[in-house]
């Protein structure tokens, strides 16, 4: 009798928590090599949601990912994407990072009942997040596949990366870590790096936190800023050239992406003297040696992490002197970027897997295997690169505007007269073949307010958008201006812009 009375509360125990818990799942076999890998996320059955503003960083991941989402708050393809789910809008405090838009979306009814309904053991990935999104991850049950957001900050930090780049052995501009709360002060810790500096804080889109400082009235323009922000990277100004590559830090060793351009502070499409604005992937922008450069100290950067505790994604970025042809580091971003769907979609990606896949094998249940150095050895080939451009398009004007009309996502045609016509919805580039045709990913739509520094939309292309002296082409140029005909506005009045605020349009903080 008392044996019955035990399993009868064990069966009431049961029926209150929904049932017996499921058995472990049994081991997977080993993954042996690239066919192996490929093979497992095709038939993956773990769901796997992508939270984020919009589904631009992990695009066509779907598509090589069987049970693969997309959870965002701005409907880029209005409601054509079959992986993409947006939630209905819900009250909810103003914005002001993508961490406040990932934590709005985890707390919605919506959200919760979407990731529930796809399956047991739930995995999540994002662009940003901190320990609110990974608290609100824990009560759906939710495991995110990324180093801890704490760790995750620590990397970001620009002072901090810094140190970690002495530890791996990468180089970095002439500087010094020091705090300035004035400019004799500024002057005086620097007094070694000549009259021309470069000064940066410890967070932030680089656009934002870099000052370019050679006189006092330069100083005053951004003391507000740099005053009480802490320890500073103070820099020597050199003539350089800015690079970007992403690369994994896997448990056999750190996977690198071919060495990227990146366009930075043009006028025509951000309002940042130092903003970032595109890529470009093209094999001939760099020389075997700086390629080589790049890539060492990326591997060196990646496996400093690994003895960290880190795995998986991150982005670096280089400086290349022009007048020694010495690569320095940048900074870094211990996420993905919006140089991710470069990397992802790229022919070398196709040819054995997109990189993003090596960082989820390293969440996923399953032991696996391959040859690291052969791979970075074919990625590095330049035979298997193939040219491809991205213009990242922001409202420059200061001003508020509403937004009556906007080009859809898809792609587009860029005709003789210069106009721009739309030729049919696609999620992604891969139709795309020609230069006089493109992807247009839609961020800012009708019935958003355009403010300075809004996104309007990403514009992939193959082949290049710039010159060999790295200024834009004549192409970018025809597409940027066939590409903002298409929007249309009307200036907004002072209630409808302080309303606007309130309401927290998406596009006064950076999106990827």
């Known amino acids: 009798m008392a044996a019955m009375k035990r399993n009868a509360k064990k069966t009431g125990a049961n029926r209150q928590s929904g049932g017996r818990r499921p058995a472990p799942r049994p081991k997977r076999p080993k993954l042996h090599g690239l066919s192996d890998i490929r093979r497992f996320f095709h ?10 503003a919009t589904n631009f960083n992990l695009l066509g991941i779907d598509e090589w990912v069987r049970n693969f989402w997309y959870v965002n708050y701005i409907d880029c393809f209005d409601g054509q994407h079959p992986s ?8 909810h405090r103003p914005f002001t990072c993508i961490e406040d838009i990932n934590n709005y979306l985890l707390s919605h ?3 919760i009942d979407f990731i529930r309904s796809k399956g047991r053991r739930p995995k999540a990935v994002f662009l940003m997040f901190n320990e609110e999104t990974e608290r609100l991850c824990r009560e759906i049950g939710m495991e995110v596949c990324f180093p801890p957001a704490a760790m995750r900050t620590k990397v970001d930090d620009k002072i901090s990366t810094n140190r970690i780049a002495k530890r791996a052995g990468v180089p970095s501009v002439p500087h010094v870590l020091a705090k300035a709360g004035s400019y004799a002060e500024l002057r005086r810790v620097a007094r070694r790096l000549g ?9 932030g889109d680089s656009g934002h936190t870099t000052f370019f ?3 006092e009235r330069d100083w005053k323009r951004h003391a507000e800023e740099i005053v009480g922000a802490g320890e500073l990277k ?5 003539r350089c050239r800015g690079s970007a590559l992403e690369a994994c830090v896997t448990k056999h060793g750190t996977i690198v992406g071919p060495l990227m351009t990146e366009l930075v502070g043009f006028p025509e499409l951000t309002p940042y003297r130092g903003g970032w604005c595109g890529n470009e992937v093209f094999a001939g922008a760099f020389d075997r040696r700086i390629r080589e450069r790049a890539r060492r100290s990326a591997v060196k950067f990646g ?5 960290m505790g880190y795995k998986g994604y991150f982005e670096i970025d280089f400086l290349t002197d022009l007048d020694t042809g010495h690569v320095y580091l940048g900074e870094v971003n211990p996420r993905i970027t919006g140089a991710s769907s470069m990397t992802n979609l790229a022919a070398f990606a196709h040819a054995d897997a997109p990189l993003f896949l090596f960082h989820l094998l390293e969440w996923m249940d399953v032991d696996f295997e391959f040859d690291v150095d052969d791979l970075n050895s074919r990625w590095a080939n330049p035979a298997n690169i193939d040219s491809w451009s991205q213009l990242v398009i922001k409202f420059t004007p200061d001003r508020v505007e509403r937004v009556s009309a906007a080009p859809r996502s898809g792609i587009w045609q860029l005709n003789a007269d210069g106009s721009a016509s739309y030729v049919r919805m696609q999620t992604h580039r891969r139709t795309v073949q020609q230069e006089d045709r493109a992807f247009f990913l839609r961020i800012t739509g009708p019935g958003d307010y355009f403010y300075q520094g809004a996104d309007l939309g990403i514009l992939v292309s ?18 940027i201006r066939a590409m903002r005909a298409h929007f249309a506005s009307a200036e907004a009045a002072l209630e409808a812009a302080s309303d606007a605020a309130a309401r927290a349009a998406v596009g006064g903080f950076k999106l990827s």
């Open 43 to 52: 038939r993956n059955r773990d769901p796997i949601f992508f939270i984020s």
């Open 84 to 91: 993409v789910f947006v939630p209905r809008e819900a009250p």
């Open 109 to 111: 009814k919506e959200v």
């Open 195 to 203: 009259p021309d500096l470069v000064v940066q804080t410890s967070f």
């Open 213 to 215: 400082i050679s006189t």
């Open 234 to 238: 103070i820099m020597k100004r050199i």
């Open 303 to 307: 496996d400093e992490l690994r003895r």
């Open 462 to 479: 193959p082949g290049r958008f710039m010159t060999d002296n790295f200024r834009l082409n004549a192409r970018a140029r025809a597409w």
